[in-house]
């Protein structure tokens, strides 16, 4: 794995466990969500960590793109249970389709935009 992507994967794991952290601590989430509507901000938060993921991975494409999505699902499940452990947090499953739409429209731009690179590079 190249430094590049594994900066990536770190800045991903950084961004992940902070947005947790912050989440989990009594009257952030509510602080945020009265600045940023509460979709805003999953989807933001899930847009940003999954280009991270899917600029960390080297994986053939369409590989990468079904690994990225697996990993996002898997991210927000658990961002989801977590929240459902807490008294003051309460888990979506609209906030899991949010994540998930973000999710799906990175990877697949990313996708082409990482085509149109490798077809002007081959022409």
Known sequence: MTTMRWTYLVAAITLFVFMLALGSYPGNAQALTEKINDKILHFLAYSLLT?????????????????????????????????????????????????????????????????????????
């Open 51 to 123: 280009a991270l993921i899917y600029l960390s991975l080297n994986s053939p494409k369409r590989e990468k793109f079904i690994i990225t999505i697996c990993i996002m699902l898997a991210l927000s499940l658990t961002d989801e249970y977590i929240q459902s452990m807490l008294s003051f947090r309460n888990a979506s499953l609209l906030d899991l389709s949010v994540d998930l739409l973000a999710a799906g429209l990175i990877t697949s731009c990313l996708s082409l935009l990482t085509h149109t690179t490798e077809t002007e590079r081959s022409s």
